[in-house]
């Protein structure tokens, strides 16, 4: 093994390996387990100056054996260090554990009695990897059999559940940062009340009403909750008005660089949702009753599905 992987790259392959191994193991959520538990970095760290600290000591061993050997000997393991991997001591001794198969020349000693018309037959043991390999599934079998039948760890249905719930969990992250799932060609009305509140926030964080009112009754900007409209009434046109802002009036200003697209179709939602809430102090009407537009069937806003797009 020494003289396939020298330490430096040995070393670092057996630290990666348990490294890898814990990280699998340790549920530590969404953080790395060596930040999340700074005892299992000190495990770590431990294990890698033992790791280390052998191998100055095999190196050193080495090193002081190799000077008591005499010039034959020294000779000797040169020669089988120049020898390619599969003629090695070390790779012959291992297919030997491995296999333990016998070479023709030994075949006489396996061969069995019986003569099937010329038809002979060798008594070859099991392939310890073949046995090794066995008897490491009845372990595996005893393990699962009291994890999964005897103590009840889970069921595959509890699994299934669980898979559920944490796809879900994934989903809903993935949303938050995927801004651009809405746009104007998908954008429908929401009619859920959180959907509502979280439209009437944005909208109160983005301070739209300094131009709107507070409660949408119009002050430098339109009335919103009246039937008029100069840009049009249909979420897609609250929709457009907003992120691109008006082009007849660049007072509106665009904001679709500030606010995500999502959020944006929660404030058209809110404000539609404001629609005849006819707030004191409402500006008088400005633009065209939408309704009227919407009557031609192009325009017409068919809404049958409340559900968040998302
Ligand atoms: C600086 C003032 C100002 C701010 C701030 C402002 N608006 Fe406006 N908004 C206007 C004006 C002026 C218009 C009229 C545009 C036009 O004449 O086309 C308008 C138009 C609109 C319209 C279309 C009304 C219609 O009749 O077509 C909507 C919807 C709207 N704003 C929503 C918002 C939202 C949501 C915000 C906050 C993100 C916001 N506005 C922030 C001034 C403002």
């Known amino acids: 093994m020494k003289n396939i992987f020298p330490s430096y790259i040995r070393v670092p392959l057996i630290f990666a390996f348990v490294f890898a191994s814990l990280e699998y193991f340790i549920d530590s959520g969404e953080k790395p387990a060596f930040i999340e538990y700074p005892i299992v970095s000190l495990i770590l760290g431990v294990f ?10 095999f190196a050193a061993v080495d090193k002081v054996t190799y000077t008591f050997l005499s010039e034959e000997e020294k000779e000797q393991l040169k020669l089988e260090e120049a020898l390619p991997f599969t003629e090695s001591k070390f790779y012959k001794n291992l297919m030997n554990k491995l296999t333990r198969s016998k070479s023709i020349e030994q075949e006489a000693d396996v061969m069995l009695d019986h003569d099937y018309d010329g038809i002979k ?71 859920d009340a959180a959907s509502i509140a979280e439209g009437k926030k944005a909208f109160e964080s983005n301070n739209c009403f300094s131009c709107h009112g507070q409660n949408l009754q119009g002050g430098i900007g339109p009335n919103l909750t009246d039937k008029y ?3 049009g009434g249909g979420v897609k046109e609250l929709f ?65 599905d409340s559900t968040n797009v998302e």
């Not at 490491?136 to 699994?159: K, N, P, W």
């Open 121 to 191: 037959e060798l008594d070859n043991v099991l392939p310890p990897w073949w046995v090794y390999l066995f008897y490491a599934c009845i372990i595996f079998s005893v393990v699962y059999l009291v994890r999964f039948h005897i103590v009840g760890d889970y069921t595959q249905a509890e699994e299934y559940e669980m898979a559920m719930v944490q796809a879900e969990k994934e989903h809903q992250e993935y949303l938050k940062n995927a801004p651009d799932l809405v746009n104007v060609d998908n954008v429908v009305l929401m009619t």
């Open 240 to 304: 457009t008005i907003i992120s691109e802002g008006s082009s007849k009036n660049p007072v509106m200003a665009p904001w679709k660089d500030v606010i995500k697209p999502t959020d944006i179709q929660k404030i058209a939602s809110y404000i539609l949702s404001m629609q005849g809430t006819n707030p004191d102090g409402a500006k008088d009407p400005e633009g065209a009753i939408w309704e009227e537009i919407a009557a031609t069937p192009e325009n017409v806003e068919v809404v049958t």
């Open 229 to 231: 409209w100069i840009n």
């Open 48 to 57: 890698l100056f033992i790791l280390v600290a052998i191998e100055i000591v």
